[in-house]
């Protein structure tokens, strides 16, 4: 018999979301959650590729991973990174079948959260970011698929210069587009302990609060949904300032099992 003083209860989670247009005429963003035989999922996506072909590429990175989700529900890198290639496939069907879409792609963070095992995996293409905080720090982050981030890595760029480059939006990877970068999975599962949180965010989102800003915010929030409002507030009050017209921002903010201070 196993030992009950072994057993890990399920840890329970919170989340709150959201998705806006921004400065722009349409949102070219999407997001998704599933629960499933008690297991959760996770998925946003900044579609690329005009207005119709952004965001039909985000609904179809979405949907895709979602349903495939619902239909064999697993916390398993492997599963997870054939979720993101099937996407991947439905892109390239979507293009071949309607010629006024071939430039349309999408980037995609995907979060599978396991909360009878207290573990998760994640998978990201392009600069859609996910973020893991630990004792209200940042543990750790997706790094883009971007050109800016290439300079970054390089040396010819600094960390900073991230959200201020003019090249920052340029991508090397997304889902449907060319080339043979292949989605960045967790090799393993990531053990998650009570007071984690998770914040899954499209660039619209990053690019105006700064990583200790999310910190300060989180640290003060009494709850998920309050720490969401509190970043999309200090987000507005630095694009407020700003001559430039912010882009769709969509995001996920989750926390887990017993939050506390």
């Known amino acids: 018999m196993e030992d009950a003083s072994v057993v890990k209860r399920t840890m329970a989670f919170r989340f ?22 008690g297991l959760a999922c996770f998925v946003v996506s900044d579609g690329v590729g005009g207005q119709a072909g952004g965001e039909i590429a985000s609904s179809l990175v979405v949907n895709t ?11 398993d890198p492997n599963a997870l990174r054939a979720h993101v290639e099937h996407a991947t496939a439905e892109i390239g069907r979507g293009k071949a079948e309607q010629g006024q879409l ?16 207290h573990c998760a995996v994640w998978a990201h293409m392009g600069d859609t970011r996910i973020y893991l905080f630990r004792n209200n720090k940042v ?4 790094k883009d698929h971007s050109l800016v981030q290439q300079f970054v890595d390089a040396g010819y760029c600094k960390p900073d210069q991230l959200r201020t480059h003019p090249l920052r939006g340029t991508l090397y990877a997304a889902i449907g587009a060319e080339g043979d970068t292949h989605p ?3 090799e393993l599962v990531v053990d998650i302990e009570d007071g984690d949180a998770f914040f899954i965010c499209t660039d619209g989102f990053w690019e105006w609060i700064g990583e200790e800003e999310m910190e300060q915010s989180l640290s003060r929030a009494a709850t998920v949904e309050n720490w969401l409002a509190d970043m999309c507030r200090i987000a507005e009050q630095h694009s407020a300032v700003s001559a430039k017209s912010r882009d769709n921002y969509t995001a996920f903010a989750i926390w887990m099992g017993d939050f506390k201070r």
């Open 16 to 37: 709150a979301q959201m998705t806006n247009v921004g400065g722009r005429e349409s949102n070219q963003d999407a997001l998704g959650s599933a629960q499933q035989d």
């Open 65 to 75: 991973i979602r349903n495939r989700f619902i239909q064999a529900p697993s916390a």
């Open 102 to 117: 071939q430039n349309m792609s999408a980037t995609a963070a995907v979060v599978l959260l396991d909360p009878k095992k």
């Open 139 to 142: 543990s750790a982050m997706t």
């Open 184 to 186: 960045e999975v967790t």
